[in-house]
T-cell receptor, first 115, second 115 residues
């Protein structure tokens, strides 16, 4: 299957700082990228969907000014958690798809801990 | 709103046993269904994808079935091995507007295969 990478794998930051997470599709062009959040023992919850060159579509209840998503190229999307707070601590996973509606490939996830 | 339920939440079996994981969804207008594996603290690995027009897919010791009209899918694992221990996630993909499709996940079944 196709490979999706995420960086960093773990990040610990102080409350009030901003954190950027990168998601890259390594061997295919990702027309669509997805960002998910997973709390312990919970399902993955979709935060937003981004198509290359377009503004991201955010799910209900997700603050677009707090979770900034950029999908500037067909192989890179970034998620910036602005002014992070302890309740933002979670496992963030990105996913990429080469065609609309086709199989999604997932990154290894980023564990964010906000102190 | 699409809801995905997985039963059982946890399952422990001895090595070599055949087992079935169940997934049900409330909205049958799905585009396709995907089964994933997630190891602790890791991202998702896609196991099988079944299109809405298909009844089953097979990969090695894994067989997934889909009954779209009744809103059910099963994942059959033959001759289970300790290395199969992981959380298995079921997700259904629906059209969400524009050119976007969205995956909705169940909470998963935690499988433990004992040597």
């Amino acid at each position: 299957g196709a490979v999706v990478s995420q960086h960093p794998s773990r990040v610990i930051c102080k409350s009030g700082t901003s954190v950027k997470i990168e998601c890259r599709s390594l061997d295919f062009q990702a027309t669509t990228m997805f960002w998910y959040r997973q709390f312990p023992k919970q399902s993955l919850m979709l935060m937003a969907t981004s198509n290359e060159g377009s503004k991201a579509t955010y799910e209900q209840g997700v603050e677009k000014d707090k979770f900034l998503i950029n999908h500037a190229s067909l192989t890179l999307s970034t998620l910036t958690v602005t002014s992070a707070h302890p309740e933002d601590s979670s496992f963030y996973i990105c996913s990429a798809s080469g065609r609309v509606g086709s199989e999604q490939f997932f990154g290894p996830g980023t564990r964010l801990t906000v102190l | 709103k699409q809801e995905v339920t997985q039963i059982p939440a946890a399952l422990s079996v001895p090595e070599g046993e055949n087992l079935v994981l169940n997934c049900s969804f409330t909205d049958s207008a799905i585009y396709n269904l995907q089964w994933f594996r997630q190891d602790p603290g890791k991202g998702l690995t896609s196991l099988l994808l079944i299109q809405s027009s298909q009844r089953e897919q097979t990969s090695g010791r894994l067989n997934a079935s889909l009954d779209k009209s009744s809103g059910r899918s099963t994942l059959y694992i033959a001759a289970s091995q300790p290395g199969d221990s992981a959380t298995y996630l079921c997700a259904v993909r629906l059209y969400s507007g524009g050119s976007n499709y969205k995956l909705t996940f169940g909470k998963g079944t935690l499988l433990t295969v004992n040597p």
